[in-house]
Antibody, heavy 122, light 108 residues
Framework: EVQLVESGGGLIQPGGSLRLSCAASGFTVSSNYLGWVRQTPGQGLEWVSVIYSDDSTYDADFVKGRFTISRDNSKNTLYLQMNSLRAEDTAVYYC????????????????WGRGTLVTVSS | EIVLTQSPATLSLSPGERATLSCRASQSVSSYLAWYQQKPGQAPRLLIYDASNRATGIPARFSGSGSGTDFTLTIGSLEPEDFAIYYCQHRTNWPPITFGQGTRLEIK
């Protein structure tokens, strides 16, 4: 079955660190664009980070220098290392895969995990 | 940075009616726009990509149109399972991905 399964969320104090994992099955992470999107409680969607198949990475301005996206091809897993966490980082974090059948410039997500909740609070 | 503005914020309709949702970009995004549906407790689902193409497995009652700055998602005849929140998303140089704030489609 083709799916993404996130893990690693939880309660963390402000200033702390957390690493989210996203295990992929049914496809290889190395040949796909993958990203993290978050959703604060009761709010909309917010793009966080993306990694392309050529290993280039891009992060939203509000996480630059604090979050790092990476992947381990041997484990077929995507990661998000989150440092210096703030209360405003509290959200459900989704990992997602780019739809490969769209236009070359298109960057839309056709496969999503169920999300993992990160709560930053003292 | 391009801003996507969705309207209306909430749309109240009955099953069987036609729904028209709007997404307006602050600058042209050509046709690089997608629509997602999200139900409570679920991840978003890709409906439309590149403005007017249905994603795999999406029913024909969903259609997208527009280019440049004005886009529309139309649901031809609402089914009970269509009541959800809908987001538009564009793809550009920077930031590469931006979402609109969403339109809640609720049962009247």
């Amino acid at each position: 079955e083709v799916q993404l399964v996130e893990s690693g969320g939880g309660l963390i104090q402000p200033g702390g660190s957390l690493r989210l994992s996203c295990a992929a099955s049914g496809f290889t992470v190395s040949s796909n664009y993958l990203g993290w999107v978050r959703q604060t409680p009761g709010q909309g969607l917010e793009w966080v980070s993306v990694i392309y198949s050529d290993d280039s990475t891009y992060d939203a301005d509000f996480v630059k220098g604090r979050f790092t996206i990476s992947r381990d091809n041997s484990k077929n897993t995507l990661y998000l290392q989150m440092n210096s966490l703030r209360a405003e980082d509290t959200a459900v974090y989704y990992c997602a895969r780019r739809a490969a059948y769209t236009s070359n410039w298109g960057l839309y997500f056709d496969l999503w995990g169920r999300g993992t909740l990160v709560t930053v609070s003292s | 940075e391009i801003v996507l503005t969705q309207s209306p914020a909430t749309l109240s309709l009955s099953p069987g009616e036609r729904a028209t949702l709007s997404c307006r970009a602050s600058q042209s995004v050509s046709s690089y726009l997608a629509w997602y549906q999200q139900k409570p407790g679920q991840a978003p689902r890709l409906l439309i990509y590149d403005a007017s193409n249905r994603a795999t497995g999406i029913p024909a009652r969903f259609s997208g149109s527009g280019s440049g700055t004005d886009f529309t998602l139309t649901i031809g005849s609402l089914e009970p399972e269509d009541f959800a929140i809908y987001y538009c998303q564009h793809r550009t140089n920077w930031p590469p991905i931006t979402f609109g704030q969403g339109t809640r489609l609720e049962i009247k």
